[in-house]
């Protein structure tokens, strides 16, 4: 299904006999390593995919810290409840760094903001399940934070220098995250009562296959792909990436005594790599439609808080705008 709604674009991906010579001197610098910067110019593709991959990962982190903060007032311990305050606000710190590195490619905050509050722009189709109990906090940072940096670490090495930068920051965060997740569960699954663990295969039943889909849709339906390697913005393919985190993941629920809820999942000794079964395709492409069972609320949060703060807002520019006065004045 999700193949008849979008188009591979790798036809589409221009050899370098095909570009004018400004472009095939930009696909050049890329093949070489270089990094561009804001002020070098770049095709204007370049620079919109840059806008559109950047502004939904800004968004992702800040539409990320709702779910877990639905747990901050209930964690189970001090020493827990400090622990997920630090990542949520470090979830809100990569928004900033994020929407800063789009800010360089000529659009505003104020922009971005519009797209996503009024549903223009995506954000990670991860956020828009629910948290139910305190394992699925676990389960986001093992399984969430573990496949956001899979996908992240690959992004350091991005063309473009101000998301590369960005991203060397985030992800040394990121670790810090995974690990919180996956201690969180160690303690449940190793030192807990069979409730507990009972809890813990119950989060991970539900966020699976949703993890899996944070990778992006196969690579033969993937529409940004082709171009997006070309220029280096992306390092790996999609499928590439989720077969890494598969295989990087089976050991660690082995060792939590955990079931991955998928019958097709067994090593294969010929690849060097696990075969899995397919995530289900129509259940991505309908929370990517706004479907999902947290859309609505994870949208309205979000349209909320902007509502909330206006007033905010408007004392900082009238602050602002008194000191301009005042030092025009002087
Ligand atoms: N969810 O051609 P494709 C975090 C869209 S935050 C929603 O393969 P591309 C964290 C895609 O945008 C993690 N949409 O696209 C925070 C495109 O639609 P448009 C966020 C998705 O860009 C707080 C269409 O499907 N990480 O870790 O080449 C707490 C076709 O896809 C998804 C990032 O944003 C999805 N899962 O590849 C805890 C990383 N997948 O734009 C944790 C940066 C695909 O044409 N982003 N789509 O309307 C990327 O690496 C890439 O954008 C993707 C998709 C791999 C996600």
Avoid at 49 to 74: C, D, F, K, M, Y
Avoid at 177 to 187: A, K
């Amino acid at each position: 299904m999700y193949a008849q709604m979008v188009r591979s674009d790798a036809a589409s991906v221009r050899s370098i006999e095909e570009m004018e010579p400004r472009e095939r001197a930009f696909q050049q610098r890329i093949d070489e390593g270089q990094k561009i910067e804001p002020k070098d110019w770049m095709p204007e593709g370049y620079r919109r995919t840059l806008i559109r991959q950047i502004s939904q990962h800004a968004h992702s982190e800040i539409v990320g810290q709702l779910p877990e903060g639905n747990w901050i007032t209930r964690a189970p311990t001090l020493e827990r409840k400090a622990i997920l305050l630090a990542k949520v606000q470090d979830e809100a710190g990569h928004g900033l760094y994020l929407y800063c590195a789009a800010e360089t490619l000529g659009i505003s905050r104020d922009e971005m903001y519009d797209q996503l509050h009024s549903g223009r722009a995506k954000y990670s189709s991860i956020f828009n399940y629910p948290t139910l109990s305190w394992a699925d906090i676990g389960c986001i940072g093992w399984l969430v934070d573990g496949a956001a940096i899979m996908n992240q670490v690959p992004l350091q090495r991005c063309s473009y220098g101000p998301y590369a930068r960005a991203m060397v920051r985030i992800c040394k965060e990121e670790s810090f995250h995974q690990r919180q997740g996956y201690d969180i569960l160690v303690t449940m699954c190793r030192k807990g009562s069979d409730q507990q663990r009972a809890m813990v295969q119950n989060a991970l039943d539900r966020w699976w296959w949703p993890s899996l889909m944070m990778f992006g849709p196969p690579d033969t339906d993937s529409v940004h792909s082709a171009q997006s390697m070309a220029w280096k913005i992306k390092q790996n393919s999609n499928d590439e990436l989720r077969q890494k985190f598969v295989d990087e993941t089976v050991p660690q629920a082995k060792y939590l005594g955990l079931v991955i809820p998928d019958p097709e999942l067994a090593w294969n000794e010929e690849r060097g790599a696990h075969d899995f079964g397919e995530p289900d395709w129509n259940e991505f492409l309908a929370v990517l439609n706004g479907n999902g069972p947290c859309n609505r609320e994870r949208l309205g949060a979000r349209r909320a808080a902007w509502a909330d703060g206006a007033w905010y807002r408007e004392g900082l520019m009238a602050h602002a705008h008194k000191r301009v006065a005042g030092v025009a004045a002087e």
